[in-house]
Each structure stands twice: as structure tokens, then as C-alpha cells.
Nanobody, 115 residues
Framework: QVHLVESGGGLVQAGGSLRLSCAAS????????MGWYRQAPGKQRELVAS???????NYADSVKGRFTISRDNAKNTVYLQMNTLKPEDTAVYYC?????????WGQGTQVTVSS
């Protein structure tokens, strides 16, 4: 079992920045890809960004150039630096970790961007 705890969400004005953190604990051996997803009211959960244990990154088109995902393998923590935030970035952000064929999820953290 892998336990994921997110932090760093909150309320910010458009154009502002936030940094999300997600710390993994438990049976962390075997974690490969870690990432961030988000779900806005009435919408499906979507991938925001992901990073493999080797450092390969993938971003949704809507956040390219504004968000940066990073990972500290020694701390088993993944970060999402979000800059130039827009109201459409408002959502619950979920941390995800892949261990072989199993996906683990955090409890989610709310990000609200006011216009």
C-alpha cells in the first residue's frame, strides 16, 4: 500500500502562483510514474503532468509553459509549480503514483483561481 499526502492548495488571484507537494509513504519501492491530475466541477478527471522515476516529463497542452513538475526521489515527493494561474485552472488536484499495474491516489487539494 502506498499513502499519498498532498499539500499546497489554496486561493490565488489570476496570474498568481502556487506550489503543490505530494509525499509518498508506505510500500514506496517500485513507484515509477508520479503525477498530478485535476477535476473541475462537472468535468472528468484529467492528467495535468507526470514524471517518471528517470525524470521524463509529460504535460497537458493547457498547462505547458506555465506548470512545472519535479520530483525528489530521496524524499519520495513530487511537486507541481503552477505559475500564471488562470480561473480555468480551478479544480481539485490529485496526486497519483503508479506501482507496477496499481495506481494510488491522494485525497486531493483544492486550487481556486479568482478572476
Amino acid at each position: 500500500q502506498v499513502h499519498l499526502v498532498e499539500s499546497g492548495g489554496g486561493l490565488v488571484q489570476a496570474g498568481g502562483s502556487l506550489r503543490l507537494s505530494c509525499a509518498a509513504s508506505g510500500r514506496i519501492f517500485g513507484i515509477n510514474t508520479m503525477g498530478w491530475y485535476r477535476q473541475a466541477p462537472g468535468k472528468q478527471r484529467e492528467l495535468v503532468a507526470s514524471i517518471t522515476s528517470g525524470g521524463s516529463r509529460n504535460y497537458a497542452d493547457s498547462v505547458k509553459g506555465r506548470f512545472t513538475i519535479s520530483r525528489d526521489n530521496a524524499k519520495n515527493t513530487v511537486y507541481l509549480q503552477m505559475n500564471t494561474l488562470k480561473p480555468e485552472d480551478t479544480a481539485v488536484y490529485y496526486c497519483n503514483a503508479g506501482v507496477f499495474t496499481i495506481a494510488y491516489w491522494g485525497q486531493g487539494t483544492q486550487v481556486t483561481v479568482s478572476s
